[in-house]
């Protein structure tokens, strides 16, 4: 990444992050395999499971990211009131529990939905979302606003001299400016995305249809609850892990050079702003389709959000200390290791993506049974694994901007004898205020709707938000359920506003 | 949040527990939905610890399958005292652990088949039934359904309890079509979901005429929500059995406590709880009876059950027709 020299910065911060990914990846990984007596190899069944979970999380990728750049390209370009909002919204979908997304998108989408009933009223015939579409509308549903947050990003860190030297020049924007800032862009967002898809297993079961739609996950799960047989779930994670590291590596070859140089850090101003109907019929387009299923969420919750009993309110607290905590930590690590830089780090980056939950549950749960009551460590547990699942993301949201600090002010730095701390306080935090509070926000988001490890390990008493409302779903309770998902979701997208305007203040996006 | 803070609340929450060392602890392994403050939980654990001079405390772990591979993740070394809410499927592979001693209590149980099981003892026990919409078209049989154009969720046998109990209800009802029932089926099932609650909550939405579920569910609408709009559909062929037991850890530093607190379970202290809070039936009918509503649930005329080593012995080829028949 950094080709010129940079200031010195100390290597420990960066080793304790990757010591503690790989300890909650491989290290859980081990623990089970430990544990296992091996019985048996890959069924055929396996990997027909193997191929549906790398079909259809390359389509989910495709889709998502190939509709996610004419949205921020448009939000990009526009300025208009509510804006800001708008782009904050956008992004509620992928901090969804997974139960509560799916049950919004089919008040839309499914049976007695509002599209059904639309098209029954208008003479055609009703749609089933149940299938192949099914899955892959309801991936790109989740991904498509990390999508769109991620290329606006790059859009964004566009020098506005370069749009101002291009409307001098009346040079074309797209091929100079947009095209090579997408090469680095796009890789990278296909990438997460493509790895989020390939561990999804509730959400691809349910909308899939059937058994025709089992992914790898669902396989570790039968191997873990059904069959009891570790070994097999061990295989089945390393083949997951294998298509990761195999992804990650693909990606970063085919990940342009940036290009773009440095500018004076100034606000963004366009001049070619023609076609003004186009983007805002995707800005239109896109805000219809996450927005009207997140509306239906909203609607559901609301009649009971003020008769919630105390228990989830308890919870919701319980819920955003654990954010804030794995937040913190998450961005540490995530700073830690963007400064640094380099391809090992770009591939621990991308590697909590592919840890199957349950295994990371299950190793963790081995290790630490022995030595502790896993009740008494949940929260703390809880942190550091979802630390560690947000780290891909708060790195994608940070790394672009780490490596444009080392190369537009490294030579300055080094010059200056500028060294650790004052380096990353004079000169990497100020400019990277923006992505550090997108990623902070974003970690505490998804820490806070993450069912993740606390189900295995929690009792009553360490219950977080999430794991309460499910608990309330199984015990019939589907309207104070759907009220709790409510306040979850409000939660989230408050703790993620924060975190987010927080970054941007003075900025002007 | 400052880092400190994390080891000092572990610490916080060690100290915590020891401070409650004086009084012996009685500690009961269950699933999720037992715990929860609408669960049995909470009654139940007032009622006992008002006679045992004990602390009994509940570590909830998901689902009934979760809660085995809990057990066999922890093994010997698990600090259980009683495993509660495993069910008929998975009493084989519990009984093959070796952890578990015999329960010994003699009860007269109220259920519809005789029980004979030395370490396992129910505490409560349902139908699996399909559970639909009053007033609305209703299949009379499973092969009904299958021919019909009714439209079912059902859950995965290989990742939730009812979802195999449907399993072992097609091929006990038809041991040797099960394969072809389930052809059959497949044009009905809209989805398969993971769990119990992805599957009820999309029938509640429309997604479906009926869901999986159990012949008490309607009782759940009809005595806490006061909606009578919801009914099991009788099968000509009978209804399986989901049987709910428990058993004693073999290596229970508390023998006599767990020993009283299963004889404790087949009270009625503990009994009474049940319908209203598991939405079961409870292994002995109570003295005072069901709860008014239960009188109008829906009951079968045959109840289908295989012994856990049937259910043990036939699983794996019966999920593997389920799956073929379904993949189509």
């Known amino acids: 990444m950094a080709h010129s020299p940079v200031p010195v910065t100390p290597r420990w911060p960066s080793i304790v992050a990757t010591m503690l990914v790989l300890s909650l990846t491989f290290g859980t990984l081990g623990a089970v395999a430990w544990r296992a007596e091996w019985a048996s190899g890959l069924a055929p069944a396996d990997w027909v499971a193997v191929r549906f979970t790398v079909v259809q999380a390359f389509l989910s990728a495709a889709i998502s990211v190939l509709l996610a750049i004419p949205v921020a390209r448009a939000l990009a370009r526009r300025r208009f009131r509510g804006r800001q909002l708008l782009i904050t919204l956008l992004g509620a979908p992928f901090l969804l529990p997974v139960i509560v997304a799916v ?48 290329i606006l990003q790059g859009w964004l860190s566009i020098p506005s001299e370069r749009f101002r030297l291009a409307a001098t020049l009346n040079a074309p924007v797209w091929r100079l400016l947009e095209w090579p800032m997408l090469r680095v862009v796009l890789p990278s967002t296909f990438l997460v995305i493509f790895l989020i898809c390939l561990t999804s297993f509730a959400v691809a079961l349910a909308m899939g249809g059937g058994p025709r739609a089992t992914t790898i996950e669902l396989a570790i799960y039968q191997s873990v609850r059904f069959d009891f047989d570790l070994g097999k779930a061990a295989l089945l994670a390393c083949v997951q892990f294998g298509l990761c590291v195999g992804a990650a590596i693909l990606a970063l070859r085919i990940t342009a050079e940036d290009v773009t140089g440095a500018g004076m ?55 955003i200390i654990v954010a804030s905590g794995s937040a913190i930590l998450c961005v540490s690590m995530a700073l830690a ?160 506003w924060i975190c987010d305007r927080g970054g941007s203040a003075n900025a002007d996006v | 949040m400052n880092t400190t803070y994390l080891p000092l609340a572990a610490g916080l929450a060690l100290c915590a527990t020891s401070a409650l060392a004086e009084t012996p602890v009685l500690q009961v392994m269950t699933y999720d939905s037992f715990v929860t403050e609408w669960g049995p939980g909470p009654a139940i654990e007032a009622a006992f610890e008002a006679t045992c001079g004990c602390d009994l405390q509940f570590v909830g772990t998901g689902d009934g399958a979760a809660l085995l591979a809990r057990l066999q993740l922890e093994g010997p070394r698990t600090e259980a005292d009683i495993v509660l809410g495993l069910d008929t499927n998975l009493t084989a592979a519990a009984r ?192 005072d009876g069901l709860p008014a509503g239960f009188e109008t649930l829906m009951t079968p005329e045959t109840s289908l059950l295989l012994s856990p080593e049937d259910a043990a012995a036939m699983r794996d080829g019966a999920l593997e027709e389920w799956r073929t028949a379904l993949s189509q």
């Open chain 1, 265 to 319: 850090d100034r606000v963004v101003q366009r001049w070619d702003v023609a076609r003004a109907g186009v983007d805002y019929a995707w800005i239109i387009a896109a805000a219809v389709f996450l927005l009207v299923p997140l509306g239906m969420v909203v609607l559901r919750g609301l009649p009971g959000i003020f008769d919630l009993p105390d228990t989830i309110w308890a919870a919701a607290l319980r819920s």
């Open chain 1, 337 to 496: 290791l963007a400064v640094r830089g380099g391809m090992l780090i770009a591939v621990v980056g991308v590697l909590p993506l592919a840890a199957s939950g349950l295994v990371v549950g299950t190793g963790a749960f081995l290790i630490v049974f022995p030595f502790i009551r896993p009740a008494d460590v949940a929260l703390l547990v809880t942190v550091l694994v979802n630390a560690t699942l947000a780290l891909p993301f708060a790195l994608r949201a940070i790394g672009p901007s780490a490596a444009q600090v080392n190369a537009d002010y490294g030579r300055l730095g080094a010059s200056l004898g500028m060294t650790g701390w004052a380096w990353v306080r004079l000169v990497v935090l100020p400019r990277m205020r923006r992505p550090l509070g997108f990623a902070t926000g974003l970690a505490a988001a998804l820490s806070m709707g993450d069912l993740g490890v606390i189900a295995l390990f929690a009792g009553q008493a360490e219950e977080t938000l999430p794991l309460a409302m499910y608990r309330l779903m199984g015990a019939y309770r589907m309207e104070t359920a759907a009220s709790a998902a409510l306040l979850l979701l409000s939660l989230s997208l408050l703790l993620f």
């Open chain 1, 103 to 150: 049950l919004g998108l089919l008040a839309v989408f499914g049976r007695g939905g509002v599209l059904n009933d639309a098209l029954t009223a208008l003479g055609f015939s009703p749609i089933s979302i149940f299938g192949m579409h099914g899955v892959l509308l309801a991936h790109v549903f989740f991904n498509l606003p990390l999508a769109i947050r991620f």
């Open chain 2, 96 to 287: 093959e652990t070796g952890l578990f001693a015999p329960h010994g209590v003699t009860a007269e149980l109220d259920l519809p088949i005789a029980w004979t099981d030395a370490e396992f003892l129910p505490f409560d026990w349902g139908y699996f039934a399909f559970v639909g919409n009053a007033g609305e078209a209703q299949a009379t049989s499973l092969r009904d359904l299958a021919a019909s154009d009714l439209k079912i969720v059902i859950q995965d046998p290989r990742s939730s309890t009812p979802g195999l109990g449907l399993l072992m209800w097609v091929k006990t009802a038809y041991p040797d079509e099960a394969a072809s029932i389930w052809a059959d089926l497949a044009d009905n099932i809209v989805t398969v979901t993971s769990g119990w609650s992805e599957a009820y909550g999309m029938f509640l939405e429309g997604e479906a005429d009926a869901v999986l579920s159990y012949t008490t569910s309607p009782a759940y609408h009809l005595i806490a929500e006061e909606d009578d709009s919801k009914v099991a559909w009788a099968f000509e062929e009978g209804h399986y059995m989901q049987v709910e037991v428990a058993g004693k850890v073999a290596g229970t530093d508390q023998p006599e406590l767990a020993d009283a607190f299963l004889a404790f379970m087949v009270s009625d202290a503990f009994q009474s709880v049940i319908p209203t809070t598991n939405w079961m039936y409870p292994a002995v009918t109570p003295t």
